[in-house]
């Protein structure tokens, strides 16, 4: 059975910065590919970012240029440093994992809130 914890969510002030970090376990991480989704009230769940066992990674176009995914397979983790946040940022954060590019497995999520 694959865990995924997620952690690094919170409160900040537009314009600032948060790093997500997801921990995950029971599964060889470093074969699995990997992503943020995120959902805000009201909202469908959206793409955030992905990143392949390959390393090669995706954006959705309303992050492009401000957040940047990342993996450590040494430490079974994946990252989400999201930069210049805007209220519309504002969402329940998850990590994903999969063998393939869509997701076998999602983590319980983190609240992200960007408000002045």
């Known amino acids: 059975q694959v865990q995924l914890v997620e952690s690094g969510g919170g409160l900040v002030q537009p314009g600032g910065s948060l790093r997500l970090s997801c921990a995950a376990s029971?599964?060889?991480?470093?074969?699995?590919?990997l992503g943020w989704y995120r959902q805000a009230p009201g909202k469908q769940r959206e793409l955030v970012a992905s990143?392949?066992?390959?390393?090669?990674?995706n954006y959705g176009d309303s992050v492009k240029g401000r957040f940047t995914i990342s993996r450590d397979n040494a430490k079974s983790t994946v990252y989400l440093q999201m930069n210049s946040l805007k209220p519309e940022d504002t969402a329940v954060y998850y990590c994903?994992?999969?063998?393939?590019?869509?997701?076998?497995?999602w983590g319980q999520g983190t609240q992200v809130t960007v408000s002045s």
């Open positions: 029971g599964s060889i991480f470093r074969l699995n590919h």
């Open positions: 994903t994992s999969g063998f393939t590019l869509t997701p076998d497995y």
């Open positions: 990143i392949t066992r390959g390393g090669s990674t």
